[in-house]
């Protein structure tokens, strides 16, 4: 890696992998889930993030590549922890619980992932990537902040 625009494809490469792999644990989340409300975000997340993945690809275009995925190894982490959780068998309103807190965990990475994304695209002059990416980062916020507000009205005393 000798330049910026290397950096920034393989950072690129590696959201894209992420997004990937968000959208099947965004599936699986929903699934599993006994509180509606909080499946129902994790449903609408998944369109926004069907959406990241095109834009993703529309930076991919500017660039002249193709999309090609960077094995995303912090995601697959996160992933991994939260399977670890569902092995224990848990009670499902722990589940959600512990579905909405890998889900917040998986937001910040993403938020920093898209934040020095945009902030590379600016630095490299590449203003439409910079605006797509920009775009993804928003939509990140603000699913932070649905899931902070889940977790703030949840009925925690209803946990056995």
């Known amino acids: 890696m000798d330049n910026m625009e290397a950096m920034f494809t393989h950072e690129l490469e590696d959201m894209y992998s992420a997004e990937h792999e968000i959208l099947d644990a965004l599936d699986e989340m929903a699934e599993e889930t006994e509180d509606e409300s909080i499946a129902e975000v994790f449903r609408e997340h998944r369109n926004e993030t069907e959406g990241q993945i095109d834009r993703l690809e529309q930076v991919f275009d500017e660039l002249g590549r193709s999309p090609n995925q960077e094995e995303c190894e912090a995601i697959e982490g996160l992933i991994a922890e939260h399977e670890e959780i569902k092995q224990m068998d848990p ?64 009925d925690y005393e209803s946990i056995a």
Not at 107 to 115: D, P
Not at 122 to 140: F, H, K, P, V, Y
């Open 91 to 154: 009670n499902p309103k722990v589940l959600n619980v512990a579905n909405t807190v890998s889900a917040e965990k998986t937001e910040h990475y993403e938020i920093a992932a898209y934040g020095n994304l945009t902030k590379l695209a600016q630095q490299m002059g590449m203003d439409e990537a910079s605006d797509l990416l920009g775009q993804n980062l928003e939509e990140e916020k603000r699913m932070l902040g649905r899931l902070e507000d889940l977790s703030e009205e949840y």
